[in-house]
């Protein structure tokens, strides 16, 4: 039931993007990216992981140079569990055998203020909201989800513009605590993303 819900939010906000779209002069198009993914937080290794994410966007020209760009894309995020998770959770509600590869996917909602200091070159920043569709995990023994969502985060980079293709750079860092574990420990997302974004209009 929650799947569909979270399908039926997804699919009305893309909606609702393509009718802003033409309701308004935008510009749009779609992206594709790779991050790299950590958690960081009692029990999770630091250690980066490779995923992949893509999406559709479009920008508003404020001004000449400021514009707002509102993207929706869904992302898949690596993680690993680190070496001593037993000894922060084995005696509350962590499993002791489990896996040590984490794989979530989200659908996210970034909000970005983009300023064109040269027509080829940008910096964004702003806010993201993401919430979780797909979990592969077992991290608590009593079958319970062991990240909590919606995740709130702050995102900043840069991007080469050439002509209707741009180059990407983004960080991402996480806002809200993402642990459903223990309220004695707190998770923290980070992400650094690479990407090529195309206009189609």
Not at 40 to 57: H, R
Not at 66 to 86: H, I, V, W
Not at 112 to 141: C, H, T, W
Not at 175 to 195: A, C, D, P, V
Request: aromatic share 16%; net charge positive; hydrophobic share 40%.
């Amino acid at each position: 039931m929650m799947q569909g819900l979270k399908c039926t939010i997804v699919v009305a906000l893309l909606f609702s993007f393509c009718e802003a779209l033409q309701a308004q002069k935008w510009e749009y198009g779609v992206n594709v990216d790779l991050n790299y993914s950590y958690v960081n937080g009692k029990g999770m290794s630091a250690k980066m992981n490779l995923g992949y994410g893509g999406g559709v966007w479009a920008n508003y020209a404020i001004t000449k140079k400021f514009k707002f760009q509102p993207e929706l894309s869904g992302a898949q995020y690596n993680y690993t569990k680190a070496g001593d998770f037993d000894k922060y959770y084995k005696n509350d509600v962590g499993r002791v055998d489990a896996d040590t590869k984490v794989r979530l996917a989200y659908f996210n909602v970034p909000l970005l203020l983009r300023y064109d200091i040269f027509p080829m070159f940008s910096v964004l920043a702003g806010p993201q909201a993401g919430i979780v569709f797909f979990e592969d995990e077992n991290l608590r023994k009593d079958g319970i989800n062991a990240f909590r969502h919606p995740e709130l985060s702050a995102t900043g980079g840069v991007q080469f513009n050439f002509g209707s293709a741009s180059l990407y750079g983004r960080f991402n860092q996480g806002l809200s605590n993402i642990s459903n574990m223990s309220t004695k420990y707190n998770w923290y997302s980070s992400h650094i993303q690479f990407g090529l974004a195309v206009k189609i209009k």
